[in-house]
């Protein structure tokens, strides 16, 4: 799973990301921009402009491609 997040959030491509603690899943980017040098936490903008410190290891976390309509 590892490698697959990596590649996920590694694609720049639009992503949806769920996670416990949102009441609905996000669509948006990674933004690389905001990284601070923790592997183990992932910056997420989401199309509204909010921006979410993800932690990676949480094990409620989905992150899955949007593909275009």
């Known amino acids: 799973m590892d490698d ?8 720049g491509e639009q992503l949806r990301v769920s ?10 980017h990674v ?6 040098g923790d592997p ?8 509204d402009g909010q921006v979410y410190a993800i932690e ?6 989905r992150v899955e491609l949007v593909t275009a309509p």
């Open 19 to 28: 996670i416990a603690w949102l009441r609905q899943p996000i669509e948006g």
């Open 40 to 47: 183990n936490v992932f910056f997420f903008e989401a199309d």
């Open 56 to 61: 990676r290891n949480d094990p409620s976390l």
């Open 4 to 11: 697959d997040l990596d590649d996920l959030l590694e694609s």
């Open 31 to 36: 933004n690389t921009s905001l990284w601070r």
